[in-house]
């Protein structure tokens, strides 16, 4: 029975991907993926800042994927049981929204924006939850701030990349610094330990037990670079081209500079766009025939950059703005897989890792302080609606969605709740238009028979 064991392992690799050979030489592998994420996360994360900073593609790929995961705002809708309740938690929250900042520079919703965007360039966005006489306020920190440096064993756990964890490996803490790196006049105080009730972190796992984030931008930064290298070789060839360069050849083969300064056999100074260079008597003048862009060189450069969408989970028209290679039916189904993909991490990953201990936050707070007359645990349950993704034809999208209330799919809330308004509020100004219109004798317009009634459920 051993010998058959021995003989079965001892066999030729199935998966051509597992053999070895001439072809998997020098190939480099990653033999576990939480060490090398762990090690790499720093890195990238300083690369990705770069790029985000310098290079086109990465700027448009951080503002892309910050429209479709947050756009105006991922809204909280309280599902209380009783209407007036939810309707009160609701109206709270919003007038809540504009004082949530800390520092009073944005909105809640803004703040959604900043730690997207944070998340996907770092890998990884973090806050704070601060409880003020005024209520709840959030306050956003660095990455950097959470002490990478501090890995070390504790009497009940282990500290890992300044998170602290218990024994059974649940989130307990998090060790920050106090100012953020490159601050004027900031403190050199150490790393302080803070509640990890008290601390959102934001990142999208990619594997089990991962602690820290890692840039979105990891499978395409090597490629971006090189594009963007590339791309200053061809611009520079270009410019070279538009100097109409030139050499002046003497009849005794020398050279001899017409105007301006002579290095070796290099004329400087003396060509300049579009001008006119006297030469000595026996001289001759050649131009340079530098490489024009052509259509091969065109195709190159949109195959790399949709090498780069697809690394970066992006449609490529998203990265690039570029829409002449798509019509209404490729850029439709491209978007919805592209759309499935931003609602997976809207609900996995931003409404559950940060939304949601936001929500749970407020409302105990709102509740504990009496502003709100009800239950703590009747006040939590929540549910978060993205905002509306518009499509092509605008029409045939609000038909359908009159079709999905009609049909009992969907309720007038989400629906509103997702053009980014409260359904409270939109009601009472329907029924003051109505009441207004009444009163000045106008004529209400014809009545729609697929329109729902006002309600405020």
């Known amino acids: 029975m051993l010998n058959r064991i021995r003989q079965f392992f001892s066999g030729k690799r199935s998966y051509d991907g597992a053999q070895g050979g001439r072809r998997w030489r020098g190939t480099p592998d990653m033999p576990n993926q939480l060490t090398a994420t762990l090690e790499a996360r720093g890195p990238l994360a300083k690369r990705a800042r770069y790029l985000a900073g310098n290079n086109a593609l990465a700027a448009s790929a951080a503002t892309a994927w910050v429209s479709a995961l947050v756009g105006n705002g991922i809204k909280p809708q309280s599902t209380h049981a009783d209407t007036a309740i939810r309707a009160t938690m609701n109206t709270s929250f919003e007038a809540w929204t504009d004082v949530a900042d800390m520092e009073g520079m944005t909105d809640f919703y803004g703040l959604q924006g900043i730690m997207a965007r944070r998340m996907v360039i770092d890998g990884e966005a973090f806050a704070l939850l601060i409880n003020t006489d005024e209520g709840l306020r959030i306050r956003l920190i660095d990455a950097e701030q959470v002490d990478a440096s501090l890995s070390r064993p504790t009497e009940s756990g282990r500290v890992v990349q300044g998170i602290e964890f218990d024994s059974s490996g649940r989130r307990v803490a998090y060790w920050i610094i106090p100012d953020q790196a490159g601050q004027p006049y900031a403190s050199a105080a150490p790393a302080r330990r803070v509640d990890a009730a008290d601390v959102v972190h934001m990142f999208r796992p990619e594997t089990p037990g991962q602690v820290r984030g890692i840039s979105w931008f990891a499978p395409a930064m090597l490629r971006m670079a090189d594009l963007d290298q590339w791309r200053d070789s061809q611009l520079m060839r270009q410019k070279t081209a538009a100097l109409m360069a030139g050499f002046i050849v003497s009849a005794d083969g020398g050279a001899t500079p017409a105007e301006g300064e002579q290095n070796g056999s290099t004329v400087i100074g003396g060509l300049t766009p579009g001008g006119l260079h ?24 949109k195959m790399v950059e949709r090498e780069i969408a697809v690394a970066l989970g992006l449609p490529a028209t998203a990265l690039t703005g570029d829409l002449s ?133």
């Open 278 to 301: 006297y030469l000595n008597p026996g001289q001759d003048y050649k131009q340079s025939t530098p490489a024009l862009v052509g259509a091969e060189v065109i195709a190159f450069a």
């Open 325 to 457: 290679d798509t019509n209404f039916s490729s850029a439709r189904v491209g978007l919805i897989e592209f759309r499935r993909l931003v609602e997976t991490i809207q609900h996995g990953v931003i409404a559950f890792q940060a939304l949601r201990p936001i929500w749970v936050r407020w409302a105990t707070t709102e509740v504990l302080s009496g502003r709100i007359q009800t239950t703590v645990a009747a006040a939590l349950p929540a549910k978060f609606i993205p905002p509306k993704t518009m499509w092509v034809d605008p029409l045939k999208d609000v038909q359908a969605e009159v079709m999905a209330i009609d049909a009992g799919l969907m309720s007038r809330r989400e629906a509103v709740t997702a053009r980014g308004v409260d359904i409270e509020v939109l009601d009472a100004e329907r029924a003051a238009d109505a009441d207004r219109a009444k009163s000045l004798g106008l004529v209400p317009p014809p009545a729609n028979e697929n329109e729902p009634a006002i309600s405020a459920a």
